[in-house]
């Protein structure tokens, strides 16, 4: 078994390296050496990773390889054996299934766990307009579409206004247009609220149209980190675009 020898903090002022560097410098996640076992398997072996503030991240890899443990780590819902993790204190996860509690209405699964009153309804019916479903407030989320129902999720993630955003593929169980449709969505609502994120996909064209920068995890480690210089709005008709996409398949090993 190997020893817990990991430090787990969140990044704050007081976080920042000397009184000459700005918060803004000090990035919102920082992992140094960070290794998680699994009986005798190392499914990440001394991963270091740095996300700016208002970055983003899509981390490809085959199924098995760590992507959502490494996930789970940043949202406080793992442990590392060893290593340094920094994190921002504020942190929501969308997970490929939207969670939705069923004996709730929309708005209330959106403001769960806030406080309650006209400031927080009205901060939750905002949410809701950002993802177009204000007039599905008072709906059960039983009378939701996947799509609707994966916005909602979304919206209660981003009422938070968190400083890092962990999203779990999820768009994987839509249909290919309403996933075309929702990647449109997380882009623009990124980039209106420039929380950091970390997008766990197998999706290579999703990780490109998206991310500012992907990087892909093979056998315990990273094996490529590369920024995404492909000019937006990002089409896969692009030389560039597809130029990237085949480099990125042979990291993952398909030809």
Do not use: C, Y
Not at 63 to 73: A, D, N, Q, V, Y
């Amino acid at each position: 078994m190997t020893a817990d020898t990991s430090t787990t903090a969140t990044l704050s002022p007081s976080s920042l390296p000397s009184p000459s560097v700005s918060e803004e410098a000090v990035p919102a996640v920082h992992l140094r050496g960070l290794r998680r076992v699994f009986g005798t398997r190392a499914v990440l072996d001394g991963v270091d990773l740095s996300i700016a503030r208002g970055e983003f991240v899509a981390l490809l890899g085959a199924s098995g390889t760590g992507k959502t443990t490494l996930l789970r780590i940043l949202g406080a819902l793992d442990r590392a054996d060893e290593g340094t993790v920094l994190v921002p204190p504020v942190r929501t996860v969308v997970f490929q299934e939207p969670r939705l509690m069923p004996s709730k209405r929309v708005l209330a699964n959106v403001t769960v766990g806030l406080p309650r009153g006209a400031a927080t309804r009205e901060t939750g019916l905002k949410a809701l307009a950002e993802v177009g479903l204000e007039r599905h407030a008072e709906a059960w989320p039983a009378t939701l579409s996947g799509g609707e129902a994966q916005r909602v999720a979304l919206a209660r993630a981003l009422v938070r206004e968190p400083q890092l955003l962990l999203l779990d593929e999820p768009f994987a169980a839509l249909d290919a247009l309403t996933r075309l449709r929702m990647q449109d969505l997380v882009g623009d609502l990124v980039r209106r609220h420039r929380p950091a994120v970390l997008l766990v996909t197998h999706d290579v064209d999703e990780a490109v149209r998206l991310a500012d920068r992907v990087v892909v995890l093979r056998e315990g480690l990273f094996a490529r980190d590369e920024a995404v210089t492909v000019q937006r709005p990002r089409d896969p008709a692009d030389p560039a675009f597809a130029d990237l996409r085949r480099r990125l398949l042979t990291d993952l090993g398909v030809h």
